[in-house]
């Protein structure tokens, strides 16, 4: 059984950092493709960034230049590097986990992902 558990939100100031982890269980991380989504309240979940060992990432424009994915899978651990906060990046993180290869096209897909964590809150003030 596939389980993911995110561990480090919080609440920062508008322009501080956060680093995000999404350990994973019951499965070798090398072996499937990662995302970050997030969903704040009254809104649809939306992709933030996507990793496909060796292929390179994806990023959801809004946090291109603040936000770096990462993975260690020596650790079967997936990261997500947040500078440069702003109220408006404030919600639920979720990391998200699928057999199945994503393309530019495709990464965001909600429905296209298997295995979820239960999120962590990340909170901006202004």
């Known amino acids: 059984q596939v389980q993911l558990v995110e561990s480090g939100g919080g609440s920062v100031q508008a322009g501080g950092s956060l680093r995000l982890s999404c350990a994973a269980s019951g499965y070798s991380s090398v072996r499937y493709y990662l995302a970050w989504f997030r969903q704040a309240p009254g809104k649809e979940r939306e992709a933030v960034a996507y990793?496909?060992?060796?292929?390179?990432?994806f990023y959801a424009d809004s946090v291109k230049g603040r936000f770096t994915i990462s993975r260690d899978n020596t650790k079967n651990t997936l990261y997500l590097q947040m500078n440069s906060l702003k109220p408006e990046d404030t919600a639920m993180y979720y990391c998200?986990?699928?057999?199945?290869?994503?393309?530019?096209?495709?990464?965001?897909?909600?429905?296209?992902?298997?295995?979820w964590g239960q999120g962590t809150q990340v909170t901006v003030s202004s």
């Open positions: 990793t496909r060992a060796g292929f390179g990432t």
């Open positions: 998200a986990a699928d057999l199945r290869p994503k393309y530019s096209d495709t990464w965001f897909g909600v429905s296209l992902y298997n295995y």
